[in-house]
């Protein structure tokens, strides 16, 4: 229960149904008090905390008009975090509004006020700028870390289960295993024109082994080096396996897949989607994040697909900024977008690991539509971050320990291609099985 000098908001509303209600499966109330400014949060008549309301939560103000978000340092047991949306120090108040500080986090405040550098695809270059100015370490189940790296963790959580995680049920790791499928074969699946002129230029250029390579593999005497489905499937026996298959018209170089209009594609889509354990979703392409009717259009030819689910989607690249994307994807009547992870590092860009629903802070309303975030993606840990294999797996079991220790969700993007250890991705199989094994045994017991 909650107690309040203010009528309830419907951001403070949003926020405590995700917390309460979908989160920790729980319910809430809120009443009115007369005693005083602050907001008490109370669980079966335990105090658990108190603060003043942040006017993030209380108005409606917008991420343009540029109010101004302060910083503080919050502990709270072993947990010390450095926490958005501060307020005035009050006699037995905490530093910050909890409600604020998540608000912000779901609804990519910094993002959507225009404060992170971006890229050339219009992805955050690195985390926004209110934390890279971040000083000190914070830190919490053993691990210490710098503040301006914490957005890595699932800082959200963390918050919400050092208030009220000890007072409701536990919660145990879920864990989501899901790929990318940007280019779905290696050989297989061009045109016999496609592929001896591909076998001319690679002789050409002295490329002997991908010629042989290629001829085998049309032949039929050895399988195409990025069909590495059935190998997916069997080491994830028994668990959903999701796939996000790229089928954009072809669009150098950023949509270099499989031609759509041609059998290879949907006959791999139907293929998959007739095995009970799999799904497989719409991945839009690059250009269809530029263009709405580029979206439209691919999204028409999907629908003929049999076994796409094309109201659920990942987009190419991780593009779109919150917001006008989320706002994009309900107007085409998506209802699950996973594409909310850091395309550059690693970790939780809404500072959580559980799904949400998506909050409009334009309109200020709420939106049918369920984001899933990712902690992290194949591409960025061996390219932007430079890491080799082993590096990543060490990296990816710091930040499963936090996840598992809140409870919460384990959602990794990986391609058929990086688990195919071939050329560039030699040894991240290895990794793959690591960090997989790692997850499936925090999930049971």
Request: overall charge negative.
């Amino acid at each position: 229960m909650l107690r309040s000098a203010h009528a309830l908001s419907p951001r403070q509303e949003y926020v405590m149904d995700q917390v309460f209600c979908r989160w920790f499966k729980t319910s809430w109330t809120w009443r009115r008090r007369e005693d005083g400014p602050e907001t008490i949060l109370e669980l079966e008549g335990l105090e658990l905390g108190r603060w003043l309301d942040h006017p993030l939560v209380t108005t409606e103000v917008r991420p343009q008009d540029d109010l101004q978000i302060e910083w503080t340092t919050w502990q709270h047991g072993e947990v010390t975090l450095r926490v958005p949306c501060a307020m005035d120090a009050e006699a037995n108040c905490w530093p910050f509004d909890p409600l604020a500080a998540t608000f912000h986090a779901l609804t990519c405040w910094e993002e959507q006020s225009g404060r992170v550098a971006l890229d050339e695809h219009g992805r955050p270059r690195s985390f926004p700028d209110a934390w890279l100015s971040l000083q000190g370490t914070i830190q919490g189940f053993g691990q210490v870390i710098s503040a301006a790296q914490q957005p890595r963790w699932p800082w959200v959580d963390v918050i919400w289960h050092a208030i009220a995680g000890h007072g409701l049920p536990a919660q145990r790791l879920v864990c989501d295993w899901t790929f990318d499928v940007d280019v779905a074969f290696k050989h297989k699946g061009r045109s016999l024109l496609k592929s001896w002129l591909l076998q001319v230029r690679d002789l050409g250029l002295g490329r002997w082994a991908v010629v042989q390579e290629r001829f085998r593999v049309n032949r039929g005497w050895m399988q195409d080096p990025y069909d590495t489905y059935d190998w997916l499937l069997e080491h994830h026996q028994g668990e959903q396996v999701t796939f996000h298959v790229l089928a954009a018209t072809r669009n150098r170089p950023h949509d270099v897949g499989l031609d759509p209009t041609r059998t290879a594609l949907p006959q791999l889509v139907e293929a998959l989607a007739q095995r009970p354990e799999v799904v497989v979703r719409w991945h839009p392409g690059w250009r269809a994040l530029e263009d709405p009717n580029v979206a439209q259009a691919e999204q028409a030819r999907l629908k003929s697909w049999s076994g796409m689910r094309c109201d659920e989607v990942r987009t190419h690249f991780l593009r779109g900024c919150p917001g006008r994307l989320w706002r994009q994807w309900v107007g085409m009547g998506i209802g699950v977008d996973s594409s909310l992870g850091w395309p550059r590092d690693v970790g939780f860009r809404a500072g959580t690991s559980r799904d949400f629903t998506a909050f409009d802070v334009r309109d200020n309303e709420t939106l049918p539509l369920e984001l899933q975030p990712m902690v992290a993606m194949d591409e960025a840990m061996r390219g932007k971050l430079g890491w080799s294999a082993s590096q990543a797996e060490q990296q990816l079991t710091d930040l499963l320990e936090v996840v598992a220790k809140v409870g919460g969700g384990w959602r990794m993007c990986w391609h058929n291609t990086s688990v195919s250890d071939t050329e560039a991705w030699v040894g991240w199989k290895s990794t793959y099985v690591g960090i997989t094994r790692k997850a499936q045994s925090k999930t049971v017991g």
